[in-house]
């Protein structure tokens, strides 16, 4: 099943922050957070597992609420190149990654 | 590390043709290949996993006959749409899930920059 993002979109100013959240009915294992820019391919961002490891991204945080079966993406200090759609991928199996519907970020000058 | 290269980057085809995308991992081997396709201001939906030398694993609705994939090595899937016509018309996008590397997060899958195919 696919997981849920909220919210579907967010407008900043450069320097605000956003928190960018990811919901699962089911179990998670991990969280992937990717984020494309229009007409590119999703770029890797970080990947939250199970027992709080954390493995990407320097200047970006997330957090991994395993009971709540949600994660959340931080974005601090937000700058013009962090616009972009953003989404969570949840594993069903082994590698298979199923997508949000993706939170659209803009961030204004 | 993990770079991912799709060719052609774009295609403008007539219908009832058919069309070859190729998906290679240039710095990394890759167990799995998977193939997305993606419509405008949509997330990306998974239409099939690609395994080195066997056949590729399809998700429901997606026509096996129609969408081929071939996977030749562990560098290279390649999605043959088949007789295409204008609903076919998306960004298709593959990813790879690394087999390892010193660099690499093995636990998670890095894409391609994507395929616009445009049936006319």
């Known amino acids: 099943q696919q997981p849920v993002q909220s919210p579907q979109a967010v407008i900043l100013r450069e320097g605000e922050d956003a928190v960018i959240n990811c919901s699962s009915s089911k179990a998670l294992y991990s969280v992937h957070w990717y984020r494309q820019k229009h007409g590119e391919a999703p770029v890797f961002l970080m990947i939250?597992?199970?027992?709080?490891e954390q493995k990407g991204h320097e200047k970006i945080s997330a957090s991994f609420n395993e009971k709540k079966q949600q994660s959340s993406l931080y974005l601090t200090a937000s700058q013009l190149s962090y616009s972009g759609t953003y989404f969570c991928?949840?594993?069903?199996?082994?590698?298979?990654?199923?997508f949000g519907q993706g939170t659209r970020l803009t961030i204004n000058p | 590390g993990a770079v991912v290269s799709q060719h052609p980057s774009w295609v403008i085809c007539k219908s009832g043709t058919s069309v070859k995308i190729e998906c290679r991992s240039l710095?990394?081997?890759?167990?799995?290949m998977f193939w997305y396709r993606q419509f405008p201001k949509q997330s990306l939906m998974l239409m099939a996993t690609s395994n080195e030398g066997s056949k590729a694993t399809y998700e429901q609705g997606v026509e096996k006959d129609k969408f081929l994939i071939n996977h030749a090595s562990l560098t290279l899937s390649t999605l043959t749409v088949t007789s295409a016509h204008p609903e076919d018309s998306s960004f298709y996008i593959c990813?790879?899930?690394?087999?390892?590397?010193?660099?690499?997060?093995?636990?998670?899958?890095?894409f391609g920059p994507g395929t616009r195919l445009t049936v006319l």
């Open positions: 939250l597992l199970k027992g709080g």
């Open positions: 990813s790879a899930h690394p087999q390892g590397g010193p660099s690499l997060v093995t636990d998670t899958q890095y």
């Open positions: 991928g949840v594993l069903q199996g082994a590698q298979k990654l199923v």
């Open positions: 710095d990394f081997q890759a167990t799995t």
